[in-house]
């Protein structure tokens, strides 16, 4: 099976940084896209920003200019470098990927477990 494993979340003060990491293991044949979403209490879970195989990236238009996605195949990561952070950053972030497990198969949607990301003073 396959396993998306996040880490680097937790406490920042407004205008501080944090960075966000996640880890595919398991029977993967390949991976397209890779992602970050968000989901904070009492809203539904939307897109943060996500990355292509062929590295194109799209972000929500409220983390332009402050966050910045990137992959590395080699080790099946995906990274969210989360500048000038804000209180409506505030939320529970979840990994993305679609992964095939094997050769002429379709892919599949993975999800991580979540990581809480918290902008307070």
């Known amino acids: 099976q396959v396993q998306l494993v996040e880490s680097g979340g937790g406490l920042v003060q407004p205008g501080g940084s944090l960075r966000l990491s996640c880890a595919a293991s398991g029977s993967i044949f390949s991976i397209n896209d890779m992602g970050w979403y968000r989901q904070a209490p009492g809203k539904q879970r939307e897109l943060v920003a996500r990355i292509s195989s062929g590295e194109r990236t799209n972000s929500a238009d409220s983390v332009k200019g402050r966050f910045t996605i990137s992959r590395d195949d080699a080790k099946k990561t995906v990274s969210l470098q989360m500048n000038s952070l804000k209180p409506e950053d505030t939320a529970v972030y979840f990994c993305?990927?679609?992964?095939?497990?094997?050769?002429?198969?379709?892919?599949?949607?993975?999800w991580g477990q979540g990581t809480q990301v918290t902008v307070s003073s």
């Open positions: 993305y990927a679609q992964i095939k497990t094997a050769w002429g198969t379709r892919a599949g949607d993975y």
